[in-house]
């Protein structure tokens, strides 16, 4: 485990932590690294969760089908990022997902009654851990909001921009990359991918944008009256 020290202290749930203190602070949390291979089930819908994952290598995808088998992906988790929390911290609540692998990858299981009870001597990292981890709930609960705000648009290409603009705004600039593919991209907005293409090349036609595969430039003036 000592070699993933240097990565742990980059993520957000050790933010503040001295890269020292993560080895004990790791046993005491009853850490565990499982590798996955590409399209294993990583968490069914419907099971219960009592454990944090913290990706350590490739990439997830979070995904949810309608009652006609339909599958909207909700979103993708890569190295870094951590999921279940919320579901973990409830510990009664079903999943309402599943997680899939995209890739090989390698996840960091950490058990959420670990983290909530505080350790005997009532460390400050341990505090700081804490803290951390609300600070994670909180921001998971605004890019919800972001995506209720996304497919909530009553018309593809008004799903479409609102979301191209927000990402607009998260790069600082009116080029950029997005995370999807086509078909994930319209997974995500819940519209039909034939539409949506329809859109984009409408939207190229007009000049309100330009994209190759996953690249985007929005005109300055569409994203100036955006603003």
């Known amino acids: 485990m000592n070699d993933l020290l240097p990565f742990l202290a980059q993520v957000s749930l050790f933010k503040g932590i001295e890269t020292e203190e993560l080895p004990k602070m790791l046993n005491r949390l009853n850490a565990r690294k499982v590798s996955y291979k590409k399209n294993d089930v990583i968490l069914r819908e419907g099971q219960s969760v009592h454990s944090v994952g913290i990706m350590l290598s ?68 341990h505090e700081k851990l804490i803290e951390n981890m609300m600070k ?42 997005i995370p999807f593919s086509r078909q994930e991209l319209a997974d995500y907005l819940c519209v039909d991918r034939s539409a949506m293409s329809n859109e984009l090349c409408k939207l190229q036609r007009e000049g309100v944008l330009n994209f190759h595969l996953n690249h985007f430039k929005l005109s300055k003036s569409s994203s100036e009256a955006q603003l």
């Not at 979103?75 to 929390?85: D, L, R, Y």
């Not at 994670?136 to 191209?164: F, G, P, V």
Request: charged content about 25%; aromatic content about 10%.
């Open 58 to 125: 490739g990439k997830v995808k979070v995904v949810k089908e309608d009652f006609k088998g339909n599958t909207n992906v909700m979103t993708f988790i890569e190295p870094g990022a951590m999921f279940a929390e919320a579901y973990a911290c409830t510990q009664t609540a079903n999943l309402p997902f599943t997680v899939l692998s995209v890739m090989e990858t390698k996840i960091l299981w950490i058990d959420y009654r670990k983290i909530i009870s505080t350790c005997t001597s009532a460390c400050e990292s």
């Open 136 to 177: 994670a709930l909180a921001s998971k609960s605004i890019l919800l909001n972001q995506k209720i705000e996304h497919i909530s648009k009553r018309t593809t290409q008004e799903k479409l921009l609102t979301y191209l603009f927000d990402q607009s705004k998260k790069s600082g600039s009116n080029e950029f990359e």
